[in-house]
């Protein structure tokens, strides 16, 4: 059935030809008035004429069209969030999913000019969960985690993963800690704030069958004798090339790659790759952007497919 604004009027049955006839008069006499009145001579002929062809009454204001149920649409409000402020809590911003990297430093919190949502120096607040994180691999593309001690981040949070290879200090409310390496997402239903533990990490803070714990959480830049290391993904050559670092000690926020005017920024994958599609600098000097602003230039790393290579570089200690 129609909805009551697309009902049409019945119409009325004439009564005669008494009707027609004084409808025909009365119109006649309306148009000779109208001629008379109409200012410069003008009449509403000509004035029709010229709105037709605009499409729009001058004197008329612009109107929203209205849909399909003879309503005005209301505009939708606007979904983006900023980024959350240093506090004790996160918020609900949303994540920006741009895969570019941004080429020039911005200020952050913590003394962390290129951090994305995860800033140093903030204690954020969410729940904590656990999963069958098998060999400890995700979204990150990093392979088997010794120790298992890992988590899936929120997509929010994630941020295009952004937050790979980020330790994390996760607290529960009784006390107990543990700290764990970022090396999945964990997609809707998971709400900002929200860590999805391996369950030796879980049992770390809480027995498994408590399920969902309050928990609090903040970066970490810890301690390690290992050093960076570069691997090209299944299919890269001289002609193009995924590059990833593994083992760097603080979230990574850029890789570039060297050309003959210089560095060039490389765009980064939700599957933690960062991505030269016409091979400008596969094979080449490479330079690593952690979100303090330190920069570790690479070179002598070939293009070997599914290869760890080892560097000798690492990020300092914050």
């Known amino acids: 059935m129609a909805s009551p604004s697309h009902r049409r009027r019945p119409r009325r049955k004439g009564r005669g030809a008494l009707v027609p ?3 025909v008069a009365a119109a006649g006499l309306l148009v000779s008035l109208v001629v008379v009145l109409a200012p410069d001579g003008e009449s509403d002929t000509v004035r029709a004429t010229a709105t037709s062809a ?14 399909a149920t003879g309503r005005t649409p209301k505009a939708k409000p606007s979904t983006a969030s900023p980024a959350p402020k240093p506090s004790a809590t996160t918020t609900t911003a949303r994540p920006s999913r741009s895969g570019t990297p941004t080429a020039a430093l911005r200020p952050a919190s913590g003394g962390a000019p290129s951090a994305g949502r995860i800033r140093p120096g903030t204690t954020y607040s969410g729940v904590a ?14 392979g088997p985690s010794p120790g298992r001690m890992t988590a899936a981040m929120n997509t929010a949070d994630y941020e295009t993963s952004r937050a790979c290879g980020a330790y994390v200090l996760v607290r529960a409310a009784g006390g107990a800690s543990v700290t764990v390496r970022i090396t999945n997402e964990c997609p809707s239903p998971c709400a900002p704030g929200q860590l999805d533990l391996s369950r030796e990490a879980f049992a770390e803070l809480a027995g498994l069958s408590a399920g969902r714990i ?3 959480w903040s970066l970490l830049s810890p301690g390690t004798s290992g050093t960076v290391s570069i691997r090209y993904k299944t299919g890269s050559s001289s002609h193009w090339c995924g590059i990833q670092a593994i083992g760097h000690r603080n979230p990574l926020a850029r890789l570039e790659v060297g050309t003959g005017s210089g560095w060039r920024p ?5 599957y933690n790759y960062f991505l030269s599609p016409d091979g400008t600098g596969c094979g080449g000097a490479l330079r690593l952007t952690d979100i303090y602003g330190e920069q570790l230039t690479v070179d002598g790393i070939a293009v070997r497919p599914d290869a760890v290579q080892p560097t000798r570089v690492q990020f300092a200690r914050h």
Do not use: I, M, Q
């Open 21 to 23: 006839a004084v409808a």
């Open 54 to 67: 605009t499409g729009v009454d001058a004197g008329a204001r612009p109107s929203v069209p209205p849909t």
């Open 129 to 142: 969960t656990h999963y069958d994180a098998g060999d400890g691999d995700g979204a990150c593309l990093y």
């Open 214 to 216: 309050p928990v609090t």
């Open 266 to 270: 490389l765009a980064r994958t939700e």
